[in-house]
């Protein structure tokens, strides 16, 4: 504790560490304060949707009674003008990663039509795996960030003493050499996770649905995320001779640890389970839609026909459902495989999580928003599930020209989904990577420790 105490002096009375510390606490306490403030505007929006949808679906209930509209177009009409929405949850941890509800659709409209592509999200065609990186959510400043500081908090530990002479000095005060560099390097992890502490806390107070649970599953997350930076610190301070040595191999391990190797481990997870190509798709989806127009009118009849039900003389919009069917059950699969394959580079990519600890932080900020691989692949079933659901009540009255009660309209509310496979037995499986390859980093520091005596200067 004593050598605790000195190296803390130490590294507070150094003006430098003191102006890193500052600037760091400012970049994460804004970064903080603006995710706080997107969180707490996206629920409000969705809480906003959800009473104008509630208005919606009260005025057209209240309007379930004999009227002279045509009775066969009602059940379609309202199909149209309400049909139920299934959401994603908003995870209680959405500070910490939301960019991916923005590239994700999480707030879904079913009904008869297809959602596939008359509802699909407007946009050019591209690859959403991913697509958190690209954004400033404070996780991702956090991965980014909280490395390269540690490293300019630390690159002139031991060499520097040894350049100014005083290395033999300060070793003097400790048995083992070691310990004065694991102390240094310790009050320099506990202090950027204390300032990110109190980042995330600022962040979940400002957002209305923050809970202190988040904070206490993220910061053990962060701790070992720099925990294993400190000790590749530890590895590259051994290994070299001078500070100015030091920082450009720090420098080259930041960017290779954050860039290169989850870049080649993202390609390598793309190969092994490719994503379908977007344009081919939607060529086949086109196709698709062309051949169901051009048998309209045997899938009109095939559809009364499997019903048991005579043919009868029909028009719009009863004409156009059974068109509609059979293009859905095609369009389908094809949408699944991209959400399929989405989760299966993830789940690829989750094996290597003790090379990647900063994925694997990210993908610990995603499972907190309530929005990472398997929330979205099992959120994206429950659409599906409620698709036929709603569909069974209002096809069979579309095709028999039949009213909707005001009990069945409201039989089948939106409803929101939430996520089952986010808990802490989940989460373990991010954390654990994380310490697995921050004690594997020590172990190497731990049998690099000689060289830290002044003999082999």
Known sequence: MR???????RFRH???????ALVTAAILLLSGILAGFDAKERRAEASYQ???????????????????????AQPFNINRLAGANVKLALGHGLVLGSSRFDALTSDTRVGIESRHVDGRRDGGLSNPYLASLGALD??????????????????GLVNEDREQGIWRFVVSQADNEWRILAAALFIRIVALTAIEAAAAALALSIDSAGRLSVLISWLPDVFGYALFWGALAAVLILLTRSSSATMVAMLGAWIIGIFVIPTMVGELAKSENPMPSRLATLVEMRGIQQDAE???????????????????????????VPRYLSQDNQYRPLAYRFDVARTNQWNWMSNWYWLLPNIALLGKAESLAGISANDYQGYVSRVNQYED??????VPKIMRFETVTRKEFLSL????????????????????????????????????RRRLSPATD
Request: aromatic share 8%.
């Open 413 to 448: 509310p939106s409803l929101t989904y939430a996520p089952e496979n986010s808990g802490t037995n989940t989460r373990l499986v991010i954390t654990i990577p994380v310490y697995t390859s921050a004690l594997l980093m020590l172990a190497i520091a731990f049998l690099l």
């Open 138 to 155: 404070h996780g991702v400043v956090v991965t980014v960030l909280l490395p390269l500081v540690l490293f300019a908090l630390s690159f």
């Open 389 to 394: 659901t709603w569909r069974a009540m209002f």
């Open 14 to 20: 150094d003006r430098t560490n003191m102006i890193i």
């Open 50 to 72: 959800d009473s104008v949808r509630a208005s919606v679906v009260e005025r057209l209930a209240g309007s379930l009674t004999p009227d002279d509209k045509p009775i066969k």
């Open 294 to 320: 051009d048998h309209a009118e045997e899938l009109l009849s095939q559809w009364y026909k499997e019903h048991s039900l005579p043919e009868p003389i029909t028009e719009w919009p009863v004409s156009t």
């Open 3 to 9: 050598l605790i105490s000195s190296e803390w002096r």
